[in-house]
């Protein structure tokens, strides 16, 4: 098993993030490669060694050519670029959960609606770079588990579009909601909403406690050089025996019963879940009083999304009351591998029970970019990802 960790003694950034993936081990030439898909001119990614306080690790930076010529983007801009580009299905929604979260806060910082957000740093090049850059470095990792210690906002007061604000700035306030913080180490931003919405997007479990070896640690450079090594260090833990647990997980279940709203709603909101990092959500039949027929929409999360969730179940239906629960989730072992047939790569995730594989699941988009471009079913494709894993 592997554990992506984050160590934020000193917060994070967008930038900060992106070094310490390419120092852990993210090719930075495939990175540059893979951010080439969305198709967009005027930015450049730098990568070099740099020290904070004697630390060595890596700086990435996003260069943007003519910065005076820069567009402010709203949130569908954003998301036309990111789905018209050739990344991977995976990449596409992890960036878009990031860039969602960040765009949910700013809508209710300022009491507007969510696509009239005016991004104003994230909807720049050098933060989309950072978004869509995270979202590669994870897929390129392929660890098991996300894990972070509570993260360091900072102190003091910054500087944004709309002013002189308190840290944490608004944006980063919500977006860390329900997480475990620190503040006060230093007298500047040490978090950024980029920062908060990776972390909040991505990191499956909050704890301070190391539970496997340490296998490898890295540290990625920040712009500012402070009197705290303005550094964030990650480490890649990693169990080499056989995998025989089941990993147990705290998650929370919000369900509402719903007999007023129209049916063609539903798919939105379960759509508007999903990207906003539902762990699964599902709708069930019910009949309530006077043999009313309704709908039970039920929401299995992180503990850290449930306030983002409940956001979606109010203002996108009917529903006038959310009952929540703790729940725990048993989990097999699982990971990813790459089968390489005659169309082309297809990732499959496999699952194990007490060190013995059990199942093996071809990606289903992958399969269906192939079936499409080959002219094939499917069940052709996956038939034939199944018998290269048996043969």
């Known amino acids: 098993m592997k554990i992506l960790y984050y160590d934020c003694f000193a917060g994070i950034s967008g930038d900060m993030n992106l070094g310490a993936l390419v120092d852990l081990g993210v090719d930075a030439e495939y990175l540059k490669q893979e951010l080439a898909k969305l198709n967009i001119e005027g930015f450049h990614l730098e990568i070099k060694q740099d020290q904070r306080r004697g630390i060595t690790g890596t700086k990435a930076d996003v260069i943007v050519e003519n910065p005076d010529n820069e567009k402010h983007r709203h949130l569908r801009h954003v998301e036309e670029i990111v789905n018209g580009s050739t990344l991977s299905g995976t990449v596409k929604s992890n960036s878009l959960k990031i860039f969602r979260l960040i765009a949910e806060a700013e809508a209710k910082v300022h009491n507007i609606d969510i696509q009239k957000v005016h991004f104003h740093e994230v909807g720049a090049l050098d933060s989309i770079a950072d978004i869509v ?84 640690t890295a540290y990625g450079i920040g712009n500012r050089d402070a009197e705290v090594a303005n550094v964030l260090r990650v480490y890649l833990l990693e169990d080499q025996a056989a995998p025989t647990d089941v990993e147990t997980v705290e998650a929370v279940m919000l369900e509402s019963n719903i007999d007023d709203m129209n049916p063609e709603h539903y798919d939105f909101i379960l759509n508007e879940l999903f990207e906003a990092g539902a762990s699964d959500a599902w709708l069930t039949p019910v009949i309530m009083k006077k043999s009313r027929p309704a709908v039970t929409l039920s929401v299995l999360c992180q503990p850290g999304l449930v306030e983002a969730m409940k956001t979606i179940i109010f203002m996108h239906s009917t529903s006038l009351g959310i009952r929540e629960s703790r729940v725990k989730k048993h989990m097999l072992f699982r990971k990813e591998i790459e089968v390489e047939i005659s169309l082309g790569t297809v990732r499959v995730k496999q699952s194990y029970y007490q060190g013995r594989l059990l199942k093996s699941k071809p990606e289903t988009d992958d399969c269906k970019r192939l079936a499409r471009e080959n002219g094939m079913t499917m069940r052709e494709v996956e038939r034939m990802v199944i018998n290269q894993l048996e043969g």
Do not use: R
Request: proline content about 8%; hydrophobic content about 50%.
């Open 133 to 216: 850059g995270a979202a590669i470095c994870f897929d390129y990792l392929k660890v098991d588990k996300v894990m972070a210690s509570p993260i360091q906002l900072g102190g003091g007061t910054v500087k944004c579009a709309h002013g002189i604000m308190p840290v944490p700035a608004p944006a980063t306030a919500l977006i860390v909601e329900g997480l475990p913080v620190k503040t006060g180490l230093v007298n500047h931003e040490a978090t950024t909403p980029t920062g908060a919405a990776i972390l909040a997007a991505m990191v499956d479990e909050f704890s301070s406690q190391l539970e496997l070896p340490i296998v490898k």
